[in-house]
């Protein structure tokens, strides 16, 4: 199958859980292509015995990604349409897939989207977030002092901010994300989406841990975590004075540094200094 005849690689996207989420277009797709490039080919075979399809797998993990983008661009260039998925999910969404997509993209060839399901907008379609935009972040990174850096950059951002979490790491995420955002904030706990067990838990960060201890079947399973927005800074709440010796010591010092003098010396709030400083050094 190919667009008006033209060797094609199509992007296709599988379910997360429930098989009956994929869509008609990538059966249809995944059917007539001439072959399934596959993060798992074990895991597809499944999902494609489901459907009763039968078709030759080819092996696109992260790990051989640059060479497998080689040898799936041979193949169309042959004449061959492919269809590329990943486990579950988009392709390239915290998975592989954007490696082969960007090489064959160079190479002129047609990419064509299947689109369907994908855990973070299926979190955020039923966890009842009114503020508008979002900031999908995938995973944070596995080491503690790497994951709570990653946050303090993340802290101002006025969007809700949403993470992928895997079962043996949520509860240090959770206490990370309390630690560095605040106990305060609005956290939705979207777990095993599409499942027999899926859970929507909403709370204060400060109460997640609790809830996850209290149960240990709801740290099982797989999580999108969606946590509320930061509060606008009032940047109106800065003169240009104290924006003066804001940026005259973000000169010279590192910007804790800076802010904790600047905050003596205006008697601005600490948080709101923290916030300008971020942006004047984002600039
Ligand atoms: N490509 C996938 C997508 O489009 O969502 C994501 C793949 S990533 C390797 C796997 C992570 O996605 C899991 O660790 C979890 O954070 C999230 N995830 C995938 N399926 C999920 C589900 N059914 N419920 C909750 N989270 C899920």
């Known amino acids: 199958m190919s667009v008006h005849g033209v ?80 486990d579950a999910g988009t392709p390239g969404i915290s998975d592989p897939g954007a490696i082969v997509v960007d090489l064959l993209r160079k190479a002129g060839v047609n990419v064509v989207p299947i689109p369907g399901a994908s855990a973070v907008i299926t979190a955020l379609s039923a966890a009842g977030i009114t503020e508008n935009g979002f900031l999908f972040y995938g995973f944070l990174p596995a080491s503690g002092s790497q994951r709570r850096k990653t946050l303090e950059f993340l802290k101002g951002y006025t969007t809700t901010l949403v993470f992928y979490e895997a079962p043996h790491r949520i509860l240090e995420c959770i206490e990370d994300l309390t630690s560095v955002l605040g106990g305060e904030r609005r956290l939705t706990i979207a777990r095993e989406l599409t499942k027999t067990y899926e859970t929507f838990h909403r709370c204060a960060l400060q109460e997640a841990k609790m809830w996850l201890e209290s149960d240990l079947n709801q740290q099982r399973g797989e999580f999108v975590l969606l946590v509320e927005a930061a509060e606008p800074v009032a940047t109106a709440a800065i003169s240009d004075d104290d924006e003066r010796v804001l940026r005259l010591l973000l000169a010279d010092l590192p ?29």
């Open 255 to 283: 910007l804790k540094q800076a802010v904790k003098l600047a905050t003596e010396i205006t008697g601005v709030k600490k948080n709101i200094l923290y916030e300008f400083a971020l942006k004047i050094k984002d600039n």
């Open 7 to 86: 060797p094609t690689l199509y992007v296709v996207a599988t379910p997360i859980g429930n098989l009956q989420d994929i869509s008609l277009r990538a059966l249809e797709v995944l059917k007539s292509v001439d072959s399934i490039a596959a993060e798992d080919t074990r895991h597809t075979s499944h999902l494609l015995s489901h459907f009763a399809i039968q078709k030759k797998l080819i092996a696109v993990h992260e790990h051989n990604e640059q060479k497998s983008a080689q040898l799936l661009l041979e193949r169309i260039q042959a004449g061959e349409s492919i269809a590329l998925v990943s």
